[in-house]
């Protein structure tokens, strides 16, 4: 007798369904901003506490020279610096007045505010 083969789905795919689930597709005005597309101002980010949450766009106006591991983020509203170490990503090849999208935590670099990216794109 041929037994058959029995298709179990990768861990990631039942948490992805759940938090769909959970989660749901609607955005609610002033909620956190997460993977959804809640986007707020650098001037907003400003204000925030330290392991908030965030998501933003702007353009990539000065990035580090050796590693490309930082740059800095401008939109209408002011500038910021974003470190990318986490997303083992580099901005080196990637050209001055760039638009990106950045999704991350707000920090602190000393005394000024800073945003720990777990993604980007660019």
């Known amino acids: 007798m041929k037994q058959r083969a029995v298709y179990q789905a990768p861990a ?4 992805c ?7 749901g597709c609607s ?10 597309g809640d986007f707020v101002s650098l001037a907003a980010v400003q204000k925030m506490k330290p392991a908030t949450p965030v ?3 702007g353009t990539m ?11 800095i983020l401008s939109d ?24 990106a999208t950045i999704r991350g935590t707000v920090a602190l670099d000393g005394s000024h ?8 794109a660019f």
């Open 55 to 57: 998501a933003v766009r």
């Open 61 to 71: 106006i000065k990035k580090c020279p050796v590693a490309g591991c930082w740059f």
């Open 113 to 120: 505010k800073m945003i720990r990216a777990v993604s980007a």
């Open 76 to 99: 209408d509203t002011g500038t910021i610096k974003v470190d990318l170490k986490a997303t083992k990503q580099t901005v080196v090849s990637i050209s001055l007045n760039t638009q």
């Open 17 to 23: 369904a759940l938090s769909v689930f959970w989660g």
């Open 27 to 36: 955005t609610k005005q002033g909620a956190t901003p997460d993977n959804r």
């Open 12 to 15: 990631w795919a039942l948490a």
